[in-house]
């Protein structure tokens, strides 16, 4: 009996992902590995895919001499990411427990408390204040808007088939403040910026869930992925083309001159190779091709950063 009891809490509390053994993580003292795992410091996709929308704003309005920002609006995304992957994990703890890709994040595993994890979003949200700081008070107040849904979004796989795009909405939120960053105010581009951004976020962050289907069935999860099931390629297809109409749009209102819209391409080319590649059926390409983003990202940036600042 004892033998017994010893084990279950072995399992509990001491079984850690091999993430924390390795790498970066593996690094650091044992006490801290499992507040990095909460903010998926051995993952830093998701703080790039944050940031990219906001420097692609930064640089469609040609910069304005405010260089710093390129480096302050990537603190920013680190800290608002990783405080996000934190809160998804406290409020998604029991659905993480059921699941085997997740059942070992800090929280499920109880190798965390809830109140250390607040903790955590507290400081991080302190870091986040800093970075406001820096800001015009039109960017800083659009940036502040972003909380809202991003205290909804891990509610959204509960009640609606599409998630992602209540995921579009916050990851693409910094097309909106690095523009007014920038000039003080919103305007057309940064909009056209945004919602272009929402498309291709709803487009990769299918591909992500793609890896998930089965475990979210299991637990009554649901996703963008599930619901398209054979025809996901073609709806990450679908909004990838709705993002470079838009974002090619957002380009034309700056620099009408189709040049410039030639300036997109190797980002064009790009996502139409991960849908020309895409599977349904195989979780592991899908992740490839999600984390692929990132280059996407960076694509995107140099041609926007190239049409502003030749627009001034």
């Given at each position: 009996m004892a033998a017994s009891y010893l084990g279950a809490l072995v399992t509990a509390t001491d079984i850690v992902p091999d993430s924390e053994r390795r790498?970066?993580?593996g690094a650091l003292?044992?006490?801290?590995?499992?507040?990095?795992?909460?903010?998926?410091?051995?993952?830093?996709?998701?703080?790039?895919?944050l940031y990219w929308p906001c420097a692609w704003s930064v640089a469609l309005a040609g910069v304005g001499g405010?260089?710093?920002l390129f480096g302050w609006l990537f603190l920013g995304a680190f800290a608002m990411r990783?405080?996000?992957?934190?809160?998804?994990?406290?409020?998604?703890?029991?659905?993480?427990?059921q699941?085997?890709?997740t059942r070992l994040r800090p929280l499920a595993s109880r190798r965390?408390?809830?109140?250390?994890?607040?903790?955590?979003?507290?400081?991080?949200?302190l870091l986040g204040l800093l970075v406001l700081l820096q800001l015009k008070w039109v960017a800083a107040l659009v940036a502040l808007v972003s909380l809202?849904?991003?205290?909804?979004?891990?509610?959204?796989?509960?009640?609606?088939?599409?998630?992602?795009?209540?995921?579009g909405l916050v990851f693409s939120w910094g097309a909106l403040v690095g523009w007014p960053a920038v000039t003080g105010s919103l305007s057309l581009p940064p909009l056209l910026l945004w919602f272009g951004t929402i498309a291709w976020v709803i487009g990769y962050d299918t591909l992500y869930a793609i890896q998930d289907k089965e475990d979210d069935a299991l637990v009554g999860v649901k996703s963008s992925a599930r619901r398209l099931g054979n025809k996901a390629?073609?709806?990450?297809?679908?909004?990838?083309?709705?993002?470079?109409?838009?974002?090619g749009a957002a380009v034309w209102t700056v620099r009408p001159d189709l040049v410039a819209l030639v300036a997109l391409a190797p980002a064009a080319l790009h996502l139409v190779g991960q849908v020309a590649r895409a599977n349904p059926d195989d979780g592991e390409l899908a992740l490839k091709l999600f984390r692929s983003n990132r280059t996407c990202g960076l694509l995107v940036f140099l041609a926007v950063l190239v049409v502003g600042l030749s627009a001034r």
């Amino acid at each position: 009996m004892a033998a017994s009891y010893l084990g279950a809490l072995v399992t509990a509390t001491d079984i850690v992902p091999d993430s924390e053994r390795r790498g970066f993580i593996g690094a650091l003292p044992v006490g801290l590995r499992p507040y990095a795992s909460l903010m998926r410091l051995d993952r830093p996709i998701g703080t790039w895919l944050l940031y990219w929308p906001c420097a692609w704003s930064v640089a469609l309005a040609g910069v304005g001499g405010r260089w710093d920002l390129f480096g302050w609006l990537f603190l920013g995304a680190f800290a608002m990411r990783s405080a996000g992957c934190v809160y998804n994990d406290i409020v998604d703890r029991d659905l993480d427990r059921q699941v085997e890709r997740t059942r070992l994040r800090p929280l499920a595993s109880r190798r965390v408390s809830v109140a250390s994890a607040w903790l955590l979003i507290g400081v991080l949200c302190l870091l986040g204040l800093l970075v406001l700081l820096q800001l015009k008070w039109v960017a800083a107040l659009v940036a502040l808007v972003s909380l809202a849904p991003v205290v909804a979004y891990p509610f959204m796989k509960r009640i609606t088939w599409w998630p992602q795009a209540w995921l579009g909405l916050v990851f693409s939120w910094g097309a909106l403040v690095g523009w007014p960053a920038v000039t003080g105010s919103l305007s057309l581009p940064p909009l056209l910026l945004w919602f272009g951004t929402i498309a291709w976020v709803i487009g990769y962050d299918t591909l992500y869930a793609i890896q998930d289907k089965e475990d979210d069935a299991l637990v009554g999860v649901k996703s963008s992925a599930r619901r398209l099931g054979n025809k996901a390629p073609l709806g990450v297809g679908v909004c990838y083309a709705i993002a470079l109409l838009l974002w090619g749009a957002a380009v034309w209102t700056v620099r009408p001159d189709l040049v410039a819209l030639v300036a997109l391409a190797p980002a064009a080319l790009h996502l139409v190779g991960q849908v020309a590649r895409a599977n349904p059926d195989d979780g592991e390409l899908a992740l490839k091709l999600f984390r692929s983003n990132r280059t996407c990202g960076l694509l995107v940036f140099l041609a926007v950063l190239v049409v502003g600042l030749s627009a001034r």
